[in-house]
């Protein structure tokens, strides 16, 4: 696949913010091209947003109050504590619900409330509030429903909920429905519940719209923890950022201004974790729990956890994190990682099979995949959409069929706002919801065609936005890296979406010596020399073979990410290859 390479040409005074930080220049570029400052900024506004990245920590999160519908919530709450009134949680089946359902059933219960929680049978129920759960949970004598990670779309279900003489409390992050009038003008239509907390809503004045829904129920918690004048309430609260952490990561949150101090501050705790359910899940992955990081998160522990709700139940990954017993805990974790393997090998069949389709028909002409697997697992189809995403990096979207009719997910790339492009055709569906980088759909069989026809027909996607962009933090000499440079690259962390690894490149280099290991041939190892004839040690991770036919004989460019080598107790600097050319 071709990519453009493009280096980041952001301006800043960067001696003279490294001088007064203690920092290598190159770190305030790194920080500058991530928009940490702009160069509109003051220098006193500069310097504020710099050392909260840098070293920002709980006194610097936002105040939870200042969230619209925070108060409405947290009385309603409260008052049905204080009343007796049993309350129930209603969560979602991936790893942001799994762990939005347990913060604020502990955070309930810590404050003395008769509190259940139901998360939705993915098969059975589908994605967030119905009207089933509704039912139920008034059969159950429930009188205040609680939502998390969704209800933002349940309009529906919560007028079917005061019928029943419950309450209801939406807590989400998901965007806010809306439908365009004939100029244009959105109205966004939100459900009438006794209270909405959802940064994304209109006029909320929230400095931080881009939680995940574990941060807005955990700011929920601290505000009910705050308002109740919870006994040793700072330490409470801390006790949750492990699972915010891992919520944020796992459903794949820009790590940026208050997520990025959340992560921090929550991997601080993970690996510290008492949770006999994490502990046990940690152990059956055979990580060291004190070198947690969001890698783990993201592709270790994060895929056990949403393989319970993808291929059983999630309820089963709630359990594991609310037992307090240490044999149960272990029973369960050891089930999600075998579940977690089951998904591992449905999915490649499933990728394997689009990426056939794709490449034998029209579709492969198309700037918005729709692809029909019928005999998919549903679970599996965000999953392989992402694949394609990643595959052919265009906006893919995979249809299953179900007992309900066609159900599928969608993965975009930054330029397609997927729940946008939606909406512009919202009247093929039976139901959609989502946010610009992922969607759920429903509707019936024959739409499908006509859904893949008419998201095309809209689609604004140039080739220039469909052709992947490698953005370069600089354009740096390998002669110029240091051990106390690559350690000054960790304050960078947590690392991820929105705050990736910097990216560094030279041209003119010469590989000597490509020597490949590993029984698939993944990796590569050699020395790089540049046009100054500065040698330094390099690795590259990938089809080993096709790339050291590349680079045979030939000056390349290469982009890297330098790292220390620590094998076998040796220390020595050397560059990790990303891409080549």
């Not at 990670?149 to 998901?174: F, K, P, S, Y």
């Not at 690996?271 to 046990?280: K, S």
């Not at 946010?435 to 689609?459: Q, T, W, Y």
């Amino acid at each position: 696949m071709d990519e453009k390479w493009v280096v980041a040409a952001k301006r800043a005074d960067f001696s003279g913010i490294g001088a007064r930080f203690g920092i290598d220049p190159v770190l305030v570029r790194l920080i500058r091209n991530r928009d940490v400052f702009r160069e509109s900024d003051t220098p006193e506004e500069a310097d504020e947003k710099i050392r909260r990245y840098l070293s920002g920590g709980l006194s610097d999160l936002y105040d939870p109050s200042v969230m619209k519908d925070m108060d409405k919530a947290g009385r309603t709450i409260l008052d049905a504590i204080h009343s007796g009134r049993k309350i129930r949680v209603i969560g979602d089946y991936d790893i942001d619900g799994i762990m939005s359902s347990y913060i604020l059933v502990t955070g309930l219960q810590k404050l003395g409330a008769y509190v259940s929680v139901r998360i939705p049978d993915r098969i059975r129920d589908g994605y967030g509030l119905n009207e089933e759960l509704v039912r139920n949970a008034a059969e159950d004598g429930i009188r205040l429903i609680v939502t998390c990670d969704n209800g933002i779309a349940a309009a529906d279900q919560i007028r079917i909920a005061h019928a029943l003489g419950m309450q209801a409390v939406v807590t989400d992050h998901h965007a806010v429905p809306f439908r365009e009038g004939e100029n244009g003008k959105r109205e966004y239509l939100l459900p009438d519940a006794e209270a909405v907390v959802n940064p994304h809503q209109e006029g909320d004045p929230y400095p931080f719209p881009d939680l995940c829904g574990a941060g807005v129920a955990f700011k929920l918690i601290c505000y009910l923890y705050d308002l109740a004048a919870l006994p040793d309430r700072e330490a409470e609260k801390e006790k949750l950022l492990a699972f915010v952490a891992i919520a944020t990561v796992g459903d794949v949150m820009d790590l940026k201004d208050e997520n990025r101090i959340l992560v921090r501050e929550g991997l601080k705790r993970l690996r510290h974790t008492d949770n006999p359910g994490l502990c046990a899940l940690i152990r059956q992955c055979n990580l060291d729990q004190e070198t947690l990081n969001t890698y783990h998160i993201g592709f270790v522990l994060g895929p056990c956890l949403n393989a319970s709700g993808r291929l059983d139940t999630a309820e089963r990954a709630l359990r594991m994190l609310l037992t307090g017993n240490e044999d149960e805990a272990e029973e369960l974790a050891a089930d999600l990682v075998s579940l977690n393997v089951s998904r591992k090998a449905m999915t490649a069949d499933g990728v394997q099979e689009a990426i056939a389709m794709v490449d034998s028909t029209e579709l492969k002409n198309d700037r918005v995949l729709v692809v029909f697997l019928p005999d998919c697992h549903e679970s599996l189809a965000g999953i392989v959409a992402g694949r394609l995403r990643e595959h052919y990096y265009k906006p893919a979207f995979v249809l299953t069929r179900t007992e309900e009719g066609v159900k599928g997910s969608g993965r975009s790339i930054e330029t397609y706002s997927m729940y946008e492009e939606l909406c512009k055709v919202r009247d093929v569906f039976t139901r959609f919801g989502g946010h610009p980088m992922a969607a759920g759909v429903s509707l019936p069989e024959e739409n499908v065609d006509v859904f893949r026809k008419r998201i095309n027909a809209v689609c604004t996607l140039t080739e220039e936005q469909l052709t992947p962009k490698v953005v370069i933090d600089a354009a740096m000499p390998v002669s110029y890296i240091r051990e106390d440079l690559v350690r000054q690259l960790s304050l960078l962390e947590p690392c991820g979406k929105g705050n990736t690894k910097p990216i560094f490149a030279e041209s003119q280099m010469q590989v000597q010596s490509p020597r490949i290991f590993g029984k698939n041939r993944n990796v590569c190892k050699m020395k790089v020399v540049n046009r100054d004839g500065f040698v330094m040690e390099a690795v590259y991770f990938g089809d080993a073979d096709t790339f050291a036919d590349f680079i045979t004989g030939r000056s390349v460019s290469l982009t890297y990410y330098p790292e220390i080598d620590t094998w076998r107790g040796r220390n020595q600097l050397q560059i990790r290859i990303l891409s080549y050319r």
